[in-house]
């Protein structure tokens, strides 16, 4: 119960990660405020959370989000602790194909099919993607801290990706966006912290949500595990317990950091 007496906001807590973190959240005493673009899912993750409630947003509408805020902070109180966790995935569908065909032709010593990712984004997809991660994260962190710098306490947790740190084959909008936290994160928290707010980023390896696995084939997911020393993937309530760390004050010393849970994939 180290979060007793907390409130805190998740953004995407419907599903995956975001609903293991609010469950993590809430087993550890904070009143959790569940933001996903599905309200249906939204009040589903806030009725097992318990003591929650839901809020409809879209993370990509800076209004939408200070709305949100507001109407969190009418209903629990001020926010002590907000997790930018909403995330969309990239099209994948094509480059799952192309490097199973990359894979089959291993076994021959020649590799001759290419990706073609990056040629194949739409101007709407880049856009969408930047929008949705990059945006939403800059958007639910200014929010945060107009109401935590003003108490001079709080704690944000940026949702990244090993993608932001080496750049993920195929998905070059995907790994942009989540380097762009990891960057802004750097910049921000030394920033913040002089009133008093921390803010850190998780950077997950590839881990057990639809999101993530939901387009994997059989011969893709084998292929990953393989690469993770680990030899498995995460479990969304890994990387809650990540993100649980750094709301808390056992992660006081904790300022710009980027933990990446992700079985030994990259180490940084």
């Known amino acids: 119960m180290k979060l007793e007496g907390t409130v805190a906001v998740v953004t995407g807590g419907g599903s995956g990660i975001g609903e293991a973190t ?32 839901a809020v409809a947003a879209d993370v990509s509408d800076s209004r939408a989000v200070d709305r949100a805020l507001t109407e969190v902070e009418q209903q629990l109180g001020p926010v002590d602790v907000w997790v930018n966790n909403a995330g969309i995935p990239g099209e994948s569908e094509r480059v799952n194909e192309r490097v199973e065909q990359q894979i089959e032709e291993m076994g021959s010593g020649t590799v001759t099919t290419v990706l073609d990712a990056l040629v194949r984004i739409t101007d709407d997809e880049w856009r969408r993607m930047l929008a949705v991660h990059l945006d939403g994260t800059f958007y639910g962190t200014r929010a945060a801290a107009r109401s935590m710098a003003a108490r001079g306490t709080g704690s944000i947790i940026n949702v990244a990706s090993i993608c932001g740190i080496e750049g993920c084959t195929g998905f070059p909008q995907y790994s942009a966006a989540k380097g762009g936290i990891l960057a802004f994160t750097r910049s921000v928290a030394k920033e913040l912290i002089q009133q008093g707010v921390r803010v850190n980023a998780i ?59 992700n079985g030994g994939f990259v180490t940084i």
């Open 203 to 261: 950077a997950p390896g590839f881990v057990e949500t639809p999101m993530a696995v939901g387009s994997m084939s059989e011969v893709l997911r084998a292929a990953t595990e393989m690469q993770t020393p680990l030899g498995r993937l995460g479990r969304p309530e890994e990387i809650a317990a990540t993100i649980a760390f750094l709301a808390g004050e056992d992660s006081s010393f904790f300022v710009g950091e980027t933990v990446s849970p």
């Open 22 to 53: 609010c469950m993590r959240l809430a087993e550890e005493g904070a009143r959790v405020a569940v933001l996903d673009l599905d309200e249906n899912a939204a009040a589903m993750t806030a009725k097992l959370a318990g003591d929650g409630i």
